[in-house]
């Protein structure tokens, strides 16, 4: 059985025709082959993925979350910035001050 990953979901609006082929692909998937989708998007705005057809994404998402498993990660991002360690600051701060006139 092959697994479909889709990575940040709902990060694009779909344009037709992408959104009717990722219907036809979760459609074609749908109860016979795994799918794993990642996305910052709440449920409620998943619809927001599918602006040019509302129907469309009702069909496509209630594919997806049937019988699905729903995680919800909550908590700080990991690319938050971070401060630099303290040897290192001093270095980056010599450098821009090299770098612009």
């Not at 049937?66 to 630099?84: I, K, M, V």
Request: aromatic share 6%; net charge negative; with cysteine.
């Amino acid at each position: 059985m092959s697994l479909l990953i889709i990575d940040d979901f709902g990060l694009k609006p779909l344009r037709p025709p992408a959104d009717e082929d990722l219907h036809d692909l979760i459609a074609e998937r749908y109860e016979t082959a795994a799918t794993l989708v990642t996305s910052n998007l709440d449920f409620p705005e998943w619809d927001q993925a599918f602006p040019a057809n509302r129907l469309l994404a009702s069909a496509t998402l209630d594919r997806l979350c049937h019988n699905a498993y729903c995680l919800t990660l909550d908590g700080a991002s990991y690319r938050a910035p971070r401060s630099l360690p303290p040897g290192l600051k001093s270095s980056v701060a010599k450098a821009s001050k090299n770098t612009h006139p």
